[in-house]
């Protein structure tokens, strides 16, 4: 247990939870790295779509990052809102639930847990994908670095959310001052200049527009930078992590993520149009960044370079933090509503829900194995979820606001919200229709068997409860008389005991040997000698033997159908099966056993009914 | 069931033994195949060695095979022997172990079995390389070939003894005839024109000398050449598969084996030289088999060449099949004896021992797989388990004649034993040296390696029959009152059968519950009303309830600490804890479960002590 200790901690005590509690500001690494890495992709996943029209794209850029700015700002109000409302966690899945009933609920539910787990690989395969280009040399070894990074981040959480925003600070403050100063001081260089500063660094040339910008185009552009804003959602489901004032921590965190991420947003679309930085072609040979671009392109190739586009790296692979806070809260709540295992809702020895934590490792590495540690491919499927969320849970605010009986700003809160949810389900449509080929129909297959998932699971469970419920008290017939079966391999020790407990419980006592041959007559006479004689010497009725041919070898079913037999002849009357079996010292000793013992408790135990009890007679065997 | 039925065949009830016997001929495809397989590659073996010395080496091929007949004659009068001694088989573990002792017994077994699972390898993944040569489309689907072909012997084993005679005998035969024929027409050939006739189709020219003739070289050749000789113990392993009279058909399928592996080796090497029929290099384009120039040689490459060859290939893979009727033979002898696990001794539906075989099929498939279906280089360490086998088992036999009080001939006896051992003895040494670098040197670790397992599990299985044999007769002592434990996790159902169960048995009840919580009112209410009251109105001894805090959210430790304390406060009685569980009706419903129930039961039973036992009160949950 030493070892367990020291990778993740001692374990803390039920009532050392409000020690785990985090502030605004270890808000942001913890629930905020999501949102904040979108900066570094986001605006390049919109030039990218824009690369056919050459340079004429830049100029569109800011129409389409300023859309993307007012849907942020539409999301922020909403998401305050929804923090104040729902100060226990308002993830979509709550908020939809309790207003637009558990189907559209579990939708919301079904739709963040993909996006969460897509998050967590795409996050680390872009990580490692930056920083494989800038050292080349780590190529060959990728999906270990991929899978290496994952087991780092799942230990660290499995330590505790305050361990993670302490490991995760550093980084994520160093990538907002370092980033935050760039696009600063390129900003006013620009200003200075005029609109059009000279690059320290120039930029490669942008190719020539091989096309003119449709609407399409755009809309495709928006639907790409929509990524940016994955991950905003996330303090809302979060609240509960936060010490007092809860709400207002929550809220002071989502306006630091909001704020520094609107900054980044509009900083880089004002620079890739003031410095010319366009897009590149991922699979052609010097690809660059555009963030590398422009950060080159504002303080050249020196320290500040270096420093900041390894804190975007190190923000990039960090981002699945978010998921990792928040999937595990999910699954939570989805436990107990029943809608998953009761061991989601279990915390594990610091404070966490160590096996939402595990799951969502597990999957994460199963698709990066899976996809070899390059997930370019799943992208597309990764903004659907976020929306389909966003969506019903404002829409589910809107419901909420209309029948709450608080009057004060009523109709501002809904329209606060009702814009939120218009403007999501607008993007939504939009990010459906442009990626539908590209594999978001994936996603419309995947969310919708979930939901199918939760259902039946919730059947089984409410099924349980009914079924196991007892309003009824202890029913104390009369004692009724035993009747006991002992499957034995011969006259030994083991046996011995098995029969010793049986004559404490009962006096009806047949033991069942099964054996290829016909009969067994030297175990008949031992049986008389070493059981028959005693127990009728100290007055006991002595227990019988039994001895069934078994011509196909079989062991458990003859057995079985000698009980059978027996709960005919004797109706009414408890039947007790006693299992004698042998405990080894060393684990390595098991290998050498049958497994007699264990597989007729388990066959028993799956072909019995409510007339058999299963009694294991355990004999330790001494370790020398 | 009636898929495994398909199939596996129907069970076979252990009174139908005696159908499953076979008599010389079918003794062929399933003990000699193996041996005669060894025909097709001994001479190439031997041939290949030769390579550099040119033309010249034909002339060596006669001396080399001829000693190798001269040891195939000697091992041939030895196993007679041995096969007459030990009409219950009298493989090289039985003869050496009895007769040499265990140490010794155990050596030969371990270089028999290595050897066996090496042949199942070797075997397949030859055949499916000639038959790829001969149809090199099949290239790519090279390992799927050879696991389809495991898997098809697999099966035909598990069918049984009889079944692999039938399914096997077509192929062995027609491969001894046609290339019986073969031999005879081309020797007839070679005859009548002098020693040298003229081939149909000529065979490659032999490449120039670029080296003269060494002893080592001979010697290597020779070794090479012995790997003919691996199988032909198979028979003497086997002698109880045959029908009655037992030891004759044993010795006249021995016979058959021997007669024929010696006339088409004598045959190959009288042939090569006749026809200048020299090994090529396996790893040049144009590459054929010595076997293929030399039926083309002597039969032309119509339909007589492909038939030949066909069958060739055939029993190359279906050599494999030697060791699935010796393997698990063997297993089970020391089984019997205790040094493997007691399944391998249980005779299968078939009638077959249905472990053994599953586990040689499943080592070799891992070699396959590991190798990629090219074993190549797994050859030099087959021969010298073969040979450490013969010649433990001939000179076990030589002290056996020894210590026999049988005078009639026991000098001759001694004699052709002695003969055996010193030639295998002999050959065994130029084999470990000639193919020590190559490869040898893995046998030397692993086959002490397997030793010392068997040591291991043999000292284990003494050391439990001595602890658990009891000569006494059952211990009859004055009832010892019980005391109950049951944990439970509130109050239902299945709560409730458990504590009926528990009054049923003893009027000392506790029950108890793990809690984070500091209390439970609720429970202690409930309790109260539905087991205290009950029970006192039926005149029961109340069962208490024991409320227990955990703090770090354990649920075992503080039950098996309970179960600590009361043994301590009730010195002298047996404690029972009844354990609720619920039985799902579908096996998905298992995962939606904590396997709490089955975890405390592994806990209880693993950290218990003689004064615990455990039940089990199921309780079914209904299927609906």
Redesign the interface.
């Known amino acids: 247990m030493e070892l367990v200790d020291a990778v993740l901690g001692r ?5 050392e939870q409000h020690g785990q509690k985090i502030g605004p500001f270890a808000g942001v690494p913890v629930l905020g790295l999501d949102g904040l890495a979108s900066a570094a992709y986001g605006p390049e996943a919109a030039l990218a779509v824009l690369i056919p029209v050459g340079v004429a794209g830049l100029a569109y850029m800011w129409p389409i990052i300023g859309a993307i700015l007012l849907l942020l700002a539409a999301l922020y109000f909403s998401y305050r809102q929804t923090i104040e409302a729902y100060p226990n966690g308002g993830g979509s899945y709550t908020v939809a639930r309790q207003n637009l009933g558990t189907n559209l609920g579990l939708l919301a539910a079904a739709s963040l847990l993909l996006d969460y787990i897509l998050n967590v690989a795409v996050a680390i395969s872009a990580g490692i994908a930056a920083l494989v280009s800038a050292v080349p040399l780590l190529y060959p070894y990728m999906l270990w670095l991929c899978l290496g990074t994952l087991l780092v981040i799942t230990l660290v959480n499995l330590r505790g959310i305050r361990e993670s925003s302490l490991a995760f600070g550093v980084p994520t403050y160093l990538f907002v001052l370092t980033l935050l100063g760039v696009v600063a001081v390129g900003l006013y260089r620009t200003l200075v200049n005029g609109g059009h500063a000279a690059p320290v660094v120039a930029p490669p040339a942008v190719p020539a527009a091989v096309t003119s910008a449709s609407i399409w185009l755009l809309l495709r552009s928006f639907a790409s930078g929509c990524t940016a804003m994955t991950g905003v959602e996330a303090v809302s489901n979060g609240v509960p992590l936060f010490s007092k004032p809860t709400v207002q921590n929550a809220q002071r965190t989502l306006t630091l993520i909001v704020v520094i991420l609107a900054l980044l947003l509009g900083g880089v679309a004002t620079l890739s149009h003031g410095y010319y930085i366009a897009a590149m072609d991922e699979e052609k040979p010097g690809y660059q960044s555009v963030l590398s671009q422009l950060i080159a392109a504002v303080a050249g190739r020196g320290i500040v370079y270096h420093v900041t586009i390894g804190s975007v790296i190190a923000v990039l692979m960090l981002s699945a933090n978010t998921s990792f806070a928040d999937f595990p809260r999910l699954c939570r709540l989805l436990a107990e509503d029943g809608f998953l ?3 989601f809702a ?4 610091r404070l966490v829900y160590s096996i939402g934590i595990s799951i969502l490792a597990i999957i994460s590495a199963l698709i990066l194995i899976g996809f070899g540690g390059i997930t370019d491919r799943l992208i597309p499927l990764f903004a659907v979820g976020a929306f389909s969320a966003f969506t019903l849970s404002q829409a589910g605010m809107v419901m909420h606001w209309h029948r709450s009986s608080v009057r004060k700003h009523r109709l501002t809160k809904i329209t606060v919200n009702a814009i939120g949810a218009i403007t999501t389900g607008l993007a939504l449509l939009i990010i459906i229709a442009a990626k539908f080929i590209e594999g978001a129909w994936v996603t419309l297959i995947i969310v919708p068997g979930m939901v199918a998932i939760f259902k039946v ?1 919730g059947r ?2 409410r ?2 409860a009914r ?4 309003s ?5 017939g009369k ?2 008389p ?1 009747a006991v079966i002992v499957p034995i391999d011969g ?7 098995a ?3 049986a ?3 009962s006096s009806d006592i047949t033991a069942v040997h099964v054996t ?1 041959k016909s009969d067994d007559k030297r175990l008949r006479k031992r049986w008389c ?3 028959e ?3 009728r ?2 007055k ?1 009725e002595p227990p019988r033997l039994e001895i069934i041919q078994s ?3 079989q062991l458990f079913q003859p057995i079985l159908d000698f009980v059978d037999k027996i709960k005919q002849e004797k109706p009414g009357r ?1 039947i ?1 099966v006693v299992v004698p ?3 080894q010292p060393r684990w390595w ?1 098991y ?4 497994h007699r013992a264990m597989g007729l ?1 388990a066959a028993l ?2 072909k ?3 007339r ?11 370790d ?1």
Chains 1, 2 share one sequence.
């Open positions: 374990p803390l005590a039920t009532t295992p009761a061991a279990n915390l594990g020895r699971v089984h469970y099924r349980m079924e196991v419920a007892d009824e008290p202890l029913k104390t004692v009724r035993l006259w030994n020790k083991v046996t011995e005991r029969l010793r407990f004559l404490d419980i290829s000698e070493m059981v004689e005693p127990a010497a100290a006991y011509p196909y070898r408890l007790a079996e042998v405990v000793e290998l050498l056993h049958n408790k135990f799956l019995g009914d409510e058999t009890v299963v009694i294991n007679t355990p004999w330790y065997m001494r020398v």
